[in-house]
């Protein structure tokens, strides 16, 4: 399993609290929000929307929450000002990391971001500077409950998984973004219990850490993912065992 999924997974351990989940929920509101205004309101034809809604419900937002964004995003109101960026930069020990934001001010966004690069030891790059060491994925991250994780990988690469990894227990497994739906349905009915299931940018390649820079990267990461316009943070950093035991200490 990637670095970063295990980092992502050990922050999903530790929980978050009141203020933070609360946050958490804007954030999925605004992207159910924007994914309606986008492509409509019916999930059944709009792939993005029907993602954002499964990301929202992983992560406990109430039904109603959920529907009231989507009539927002297929209004007029506050979805119209808010506009997709994709920010490049760079993080401690060259490591390349991408920041998908949506915001209503960009010039804001950027300025905060930029903030959070310095003061990290870091740099904010140009459009296209890391693009090309990501390639966009359906990532889905399950445990297998009582069954064979190699029987479930094999399902799932029958249902059009086109790369698993399983460790302890964990299964993590790689799509075609629009395959996404159909493998984890078949390895939902198969018993395993999902943890997420999204789109991502994943790394062509990692870059493994020392201690010390890992845990600035890893800072730097978390001071991104908290600022209310970004949405997701992604990272070709690979984190050692250690570093990601200590963090989620």
């Known amino acids: 399993m990637s670095g970063h999924s295990k980092w992502a997974q050990i922050k999903r351990q530790k929980g978050v609290n009141d203020t933070k989940r609360g946050q ?3 954030k999925l509101g605004r992207e159910i929000s924007v994914a309606a205004r986008q492509g409509g309101p019916d999930p059944e034809s709009n792939f993005r929307l029907r993602l954002a809604i499964q990301r929202a419900r992983d992560n406990n937002m109430p039904m109603e929450n959920i529907e009231r964004a989507i009539k927002r995003g297929a209004g007029s109101g506050e979805s119209a000002a808010l506009e997709d960026i994709v920010y490049e930069g760079y993080a401690p020990g060259g490591v390349a990391v991408m920041v998908e934001v949506l915001t209503d001010n960009r010039n804001r966004t950027a300025a905060e971001i930029r903030n959070v690069f310095t ?4 740099s ?9 060491q990501f390639r966009l994925s359906g990532v889905l991250s399950a445990e297998v409950k009582g069954g064979d994780q190699d029987e479930l990988a094999l399902l799932a690469i029958d249902a059009g998984a086109v790369d698993v990894m399983a460790e302890d227990g964990s299964i ?7 395959e996404l739906e159909q493998v984890r349905q078949a390895v939902e009915s198969a018993g395993a ?3 997420t299931a999204e789109t991502a940018r994943v790394p062509e390649t990692t870059i493994a850490l020392d201690s010390k820079v890992a845990a ?3 800072k730097l990461l978390d001071r991104l993912e ?4 970004v949405q997701r943070v992604y990272s070709n950093a690979e984190f050692s065992e250690d ?3 200590q963090y989620g200490g």
């Not at 003061?119 to 870091?122: D, E, N, P, S």
């Not at 908290?226 to 316009?229: A, Q």
Request: aromatic residues 8%; proline residues 3%; negative net charge.
């Open 124 to 132: 904010l790059g140009e459009t296209g500077c890391v693009a090309w």
């Open 193 to 195: 219990v999902i943890n």
């Open 119 to 122: 003061r990290a030891g870091g």
């Open 216 to 218: 600035q990267v890893l």
């Open 172 to 178: 993590e497994i790689y799509t075609q973004p629009s």
């Open 24 to 26: 958490l929920f804007t």
């Open 243 to 245: 570093v990601l035991e």
């Open 226 to 229: 908290e600022l209310d316009d």
